[in-house]
C-alpha cells in the first residue's frame, strides 16, 4: 500500500505519517516513512536553491525560474520514485510520504505554472492508493509556522498558503485517491480518521 500526506505547511503531515507508521508497524507490517523534498542530492539542491534554508517553505520565488523549480521537484521525485518507492512497494511494504507530487501541483500551480503542463511533467510518478490531504486554514497555518520565518516575508507566505490551500482542494476534486481531513482537530482525532480512511481503502483493496 502506497500512502501519501499532503497539505499546506504547518498541517502536521510528518507528525501523522509517523502515528500512521506506528500504526501499521503495530499491525505487523513493514512501513517505509519517505519525504519530498528527499534527502538525496537532488533534495539538497533544492533546499539550497528554493527552500530559504531551514523551516519557512518556499518563499523566495526570484532565484530561479518557476519552470525549473518544478523541474527540480520532479527530478528529485523520479528519483524518490525508482530508487526507494518502486523497489519497497514490490518487496511488499507499506510506503508513506510526506508530500508526492501533489505539493507540485498545489505550489507550483500556486506560483502561476500552468496544471496540465505539471501534471504531465508528473506522468511518471505512480499514483498512491491514498491521499491524505491534511485540511487547513492559511491563518491557522500562519499561527503554526509563525517563528519559523522572517516577519518581512510574512504577508508573502500568507497568501501563497492560502492559494495553495484553495488549490489542493480544488486537486481534491480532480483526484479521487484524494481524501480531505480536518487538520484542525486533535491529533488523536485527525490520527482516529485517517487510520478510517485506512482501513476502509485495505477493504477495498480485499
Ligand atoms: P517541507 O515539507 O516543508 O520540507 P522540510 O520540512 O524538509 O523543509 O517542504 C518544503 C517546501 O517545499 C514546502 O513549502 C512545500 C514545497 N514543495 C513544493 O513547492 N513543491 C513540491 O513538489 C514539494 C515536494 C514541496
Redesign the pocket.
Known amino acids: 500500500m502506497f500512502i501519501v500526506m499532503e497539505g499546506i505547511?504547518g498541517a502536521g503531515?510528518?507528525t501523522q505519517a509517523r502515528l500512521l507508521a506506528e500504526w501499521f508497524r503495530g499491525h505487523g507490517k513493514e512501513v517505509v516513512l519517505t519525504?519530498?523534498?528527499t534527502d538525496t542530492a537532488f533534495g539538497k539542491l533544492?533546499?539550497r536553491l528554493?527552500?530559504t534554508g531551514g523551516?519557512e517553505?518556499?518563499i523566495d520565488g526570484a532565484r530561479i525560474s518557476h519552470e525549473a523549480?518544478a523541474l527540480l521537484?520532479a527530478a528529485?521525485?523520479a528519483e524518490h520514485v525508482h530508487k526507494l518507492i518502486k523497489p519497497a512497494l514490490k518487496a511488499g511494504k507499506v510506503v508513506i510520504s510526506?508530500?508526492?507530487?501533489y505539493?507540485?501541483l498545489a505550489?507550483?500551480w500556486a506560483r502561476g505554472l500552468d496544471l496540465e503542463w505539471l501534471i504531465d511533467l508528473n506522468k511518471f510518478a505512480i499514483r498512491p492508493d491514498l491521499v491524505i490531504l491534511l485540511d487547513l486554514p492559511a491563518k491557522e497555518s500562519m499561527k503554526r509556522i509563525n517563528g519559523r520565518s522572517i516577519k518581512t516575508e510574512f504577508d508573502k507566505i500568507a497568501e501563497l498558503q492560502k492559494k495553495v490551500r484553495e488549490n489542493y482542494l480544488k486537486l481534491a476534486e480532480m483526484f479521487s485517491e484524494i481524501r480531505i481531513v480536518n487538520a484542525l482537530a486533535p491529533l488523536e482525532d485527525i490520527h482516529n480518521d485517517i487510520v478510517a480512511l485506512v482501513e476502509h481503502e485495505l477493504l477495498r483493496k480485499g
Open positions: 505547511d503531515k510528518s519525504k519530498e523534498p533544492i533546499r528554493v527552500l523551516r517553505g518556499i523549480e521537484f528529485d521525485r510526506d508530500r508526492y507530487f505539493s507540485s505550489y507550483q
